[in-house]
């Protein structure tokens, strides 16, 4: 069956220093991944996806299908970066599902 | 471009009671998507239509939960009766069929059984 593994529910992050949140999946098909992050108070939105292979708020993550992993991360941690994020497997009929998710915070 | 739409924001209710949720897509997004999050937990897709077709409903469950889509455009998510495990959030989604799989979210109704 098709799963999203999150091992960490809660991380927390000195700023300034290194993020990397864990996701690996489990599907037999050829994945289509995502992160979708949800900051305070504001509605879940895509962060990025492993299409496009785009950096956005300087973050990224790589599709690793040797260990079915797609951590995403980050550099230098921002306080701006505190939320809860949700890795997610696109299958099927554009069926999406997602991680129990890890809920990120920056420590000033 | 104007969001998803969802309404209402919150609601309360006694356990065996029903609720109706309403969502209304992105102007053009065929596809439509009801999910459920409960605390801690992240969400868990309830039913899909592709314009007013059911695509998945494997995981609604059909004894109280009903969903419709008549026009192909807005959403109606019914529970009746309730219980006291469904207290979460009702997210809804849209995607347009064509481009870049992204699902845009609405703001979500959260439910409270007591």
């Known amino acids: 069956a098709q799963r999203v593994t999150q091992p960490e529910k809660l991380l927390s992050v000195f700023k300034g220093a290194p993020v990397e949140l864990k996701c690996n999946y489990s599907?037999?098909?050829?994945?289509?991944l995502f992160w979708y992050v949800q900051y305070s108070r504001q509605r879940l939105q895509l962060l990025l996806r492993?299409?496009s292979r785009e950096s956005i708020k300087g973050f990224t993550a790589d599709l690793n299908k040797g260990e079915t992993s797609f951590h995403l991360k980050k550099p230098f941690a921002q306080e701006e970066d505190s939320a809860m994020y949700y890795c997610a497997l696109l299958f099927g009929n554009e069926k999406l599902t997602f991680g129990t998710g890890t809920r990120l915070t920056i420590i000033p | 471009e104007a969001g998803v739409a969802q309404s209402p924001r919150y609601k309360i209710i006694e356990k065996r009671q029903s609720v109706a949720f309403w969502c209304n897509p992105i102007s053009g997004h065929a596809t439509l998507y009801w999910y459920q999050q409960i605390l801690g937990q992240g969400p868990k897709l309830l039913i899909q239509f592709q314009n007013n077709g059911v695509v998945d409903d494997s995981q609604l469950p059909k004894d109280r939960f009903s969903a419709e889509r008549l026009k192909g455009v807005d959403s109606t998510l019914k529970i009746q009766p309730a219980k006291l495990e469904d207290s979460a959030v009702y997210l809804c989604?849209?995607?347009?069929?064509?481009?870049?799989?992204?699902?845009?979210f609405g703001a979500g109704s959260r439910l409270t059984v007591l």
């Open positions: 599907y037999s098909g050829s994945p289509e």
């Open positions: 492993h299409i």
């Open positions: 989604a849209s995607r347009l069929n064509s481009g870049a799989n992204v699902l845009t």
